[in-house]
């Protein structure tokens, strides 16, 4: 909002409209408190997120108002008062990001896709013309080789799409601008109650948040531009200590190396395009681009206007593929294990998170009762969740189940 990105802030207020809409079970409205030190400030983002709520009317979310520092203090007795002479509350949609994407790829299936994991691209194929025709594919597990032939194929690899494209054409230059966010894991002491915290300016200009999540408290994120894209990124002991160094700045009990639990990292596939060298300047919509050889690349964008991001990726297909077209269906169609929260009991329970499988999870349950217990006991995963990732959600190893099923 901030850069004049109002097509992005649009597209986007309306897209978690639709993900609350169609994944309800995972998907909810979080409350979020912004410090404001003096007059001025507490105009300018009051101001700010009216016009944010005028952007989204007609959504299921809360609306932004003023508050006074004393009735910000009993939100977020967390926060320091000094930090909080007045603040601004808003409203946001918080999800499940590993939860939703496997219900999004259990929904693609029960569409009529074929889903296949631990499959790598080694060869793009093409026609006596140049065309794409296909791809040959790599099983990893038991390194048989495949030839896929298709009518269109699309280029949506993240971070790594540069790489692909390469494949397809050695010479083309690259379209992403990689981008580093770190996130740390305190206990919930440093933070308890439900609201968040978002500081939108820190001293370097970039954005941090203090979010309860799964009854600990996430501390993010950095804004770091690398030079490429690594599957298994690592955080810098710089960018560790630039959370906690601002995250003590505002926080009654200033954590320490020593209190974070863990860290985790992700990388952002910013496109390229912006004059700035300060990946925090660069959009956060998504591109899409069609090479001579008329395969598709997809990127850019973020978690929150995936719908939408297909939805386009799809139109361009249609088209490049000469497909039969029709109406994009995805705007309503209701997520794998779709149900209202009050239909299936306590959210507390580690069961709520599955929605409408609910039901066939306490029949496991019953039938496997001695796979009731947690898998240790400061985290909230049970040895049955294990079982169900390996059976119903194509859990291939230790680590899809810890890093890519809960």
Request: charged share 25%.
């Amino acid at each position: 909002l901030k850069q004049g990105n109002i097509t992005l802030v649009r597209d986007a207020l309306r897209e978690r409209m639709y993900l609350r809409q169609n994944a309800p079970h995972l998907v909810h409205d979080k409350t979020f408190l912004i410090p404001c030190g003096d007059l001025w400030e507490w105009l300018f983002y009051g101001i700010g997120l009216k016009l944010y709520d005028l952007l989204a009317t007609g959504d299921c979310f809360g609306r932004s108002r003023l508050i006074s520092g004393s009735r910000a203090n009993e939100m977020a007795p967390a926060i320091r008062s000094e930090r909080l002479r007045r603040a601004v509350l808003y409203h946001d949609g918080q999800f499940d990001d590993a939860r939703l994407l496997i219900n999004m790829a259990q929904t693609a299936d029960e569409q009529g896709a074929c889903l296949i994991n631990y499959m790598t691209v080694s060869e793009i194929t093409k026609d006596e013309f140049g065309f794409v025709r296909g791809v040959v594919a790599a099983d990893g597990e038991s390194d048989q080789s495949y030839e896929i032939e298709a009518r269109s194929v699309v280029n949506a690899a993240g971070p790594f799409c540069d790489d692909v494209r390469q494949i397809d054409d050695h010479d083309c230059k690259p379209m992403v601008a990689a981008s580093q966010g770190v996130h740390l894991v305190l206990t919930k002491e440093f933070f308890p109650g439900d609201t968040a915290m978002i500081v939108p300016k820190t001293s370097d200009g970039r954005v941090i948040f203090i979010v309860p999540w799964h009854d600990h408290a996430i501390v993010g994120t950095t804004d770091t531009a690398i030079p490429h894209a690594v599957a298994e990124p690592s955080p810098k002991p710089e960018e560790i200590q630039f959370l906690l160094d601002t995250a003590s700045g505002y926080l009654t009990r200033v954590p320490s190396m020593d209190d974070v639990l863990s860290v985790f990292t992700g990388i952002r596939p910013l496109v390229k395009g912006d004059k700035s060298s300060r990946t925090a300047s660069l959009s956060r919509d998504h591109v899409i681009r069609v090479a001579s050889s008329k395969l598709i690349t997809i990127t850019g964008g973020k978690w929150t206007t995936v719908r939408k991001m297909a939805e386009d990726c799809v139109d361009k297909v249609l088209s490049v593929g000469e497909l039969l077209p029709s109406r994009c269906q995805t705007k309503n169609l209701l997520i794998h294990g779709a149900a209202d929260p009050e239909d299936f009991g306590p959210s507390e329970t580690a069961s709520a998170i599955y929605g409408a499988d609910r039901q066939r999870i306490e029949t496991f349950q019953q039938q496997n009762a001695e796979l009731n217990a947690r898998i240790h006991e400061s985290l909230d995963i049970y040895q049955w969740q294990v079982v169900w990732a390996v059976r119903h959600e194509m859990a291939r190893s230790v680590e899809d189940v810890l890093a890519r099923r809960t």
